[in-house]
């Protein structure tokens, strides 16, 4: 009877909660399982890292490094899918700080002017350096220095693909953990050097 009243008792507090709270936000699992954002790991660029991030932490090398890269790719897929879905939870599965801010402004902007602008990416060489805190930021976080390619694409209202155009790419993608175990987007700045 002590083991199923230690049960009830938090499953009772939890249920009393529900109806003062109103409908629960969806959690990062729910909104990332229902967009489409699988990655073939085979097409990941070539990485470097730099001593101070793994001086930092030891686990961002070999198969660490290609998992934060692995989940940048991801997370620019979803911020894409966010825009073409007009989706902000998407985003903020995905993105904090600066980043979030930014992607929330372009949903904003393609709310207003009924044309939406994605960036799709394809990364060739990505150099991984340690970043000091910057804007909204307050710890450390992992720059992903990275080159290659963008095709920059705007859609209309009805989700009619209206201009296409692919220029280079080099630019500094920064990442941390910054609400739990999954990498977020927090900015994108110029590369360094």
Do not use: C
């Amino acid at each position: 009877m002590v083991a199923a009243a230690i049960v009830a008792v938090p499953v009772g507090v939890v249920a009393a909660g529900v109806p003062a709270r109103g409908t629960p936000l969806p959690g990062v699992h729910e909104v990332l399982n229902r967009v489409p954002h699988q990655i073939d790991p085979s097409t990941l660029p070539d990485i470097t890292v730099d001593a101070s991030v793994t001086d930092w932490n030891h686990e961002i090398s070999g198969d660490g490094a290609e998992q934060i890269v692995l989940t940048l790719v991801e997370n620019l897929e979803l911020e894409t899918q966010a825009l073409l879905r007009n989706d902000e939870t998407i985003l903020t599965a995905v993105d904090h700080g600066d980043r979030l801010d930014d992607m929330r402004n372009r949903l904003s902007v393609a709310a207003r002017s009924g044309r939406t602008v994605v960036r799709r990416y394809r990364i060739e060489s990505v150099r991984m350096v340690l970043e000091v805190p910057f804007g909204r930021q307050d710890g450390l976080s992992v720059g992903l220095q990275s080159r290659g390619s963008v095709t920059v694409q705007t859609y209309d209202a009805a989700g009619n693909l209206q201009s296409s155009s692919t220029e280079p790419l080099a630019t500094m993608f920064v990442m941390r953990r910054a609400t739990g175990d999954r990498w977020l987007n927090v900015a994108e700045v110029p590369p360094e050097g």
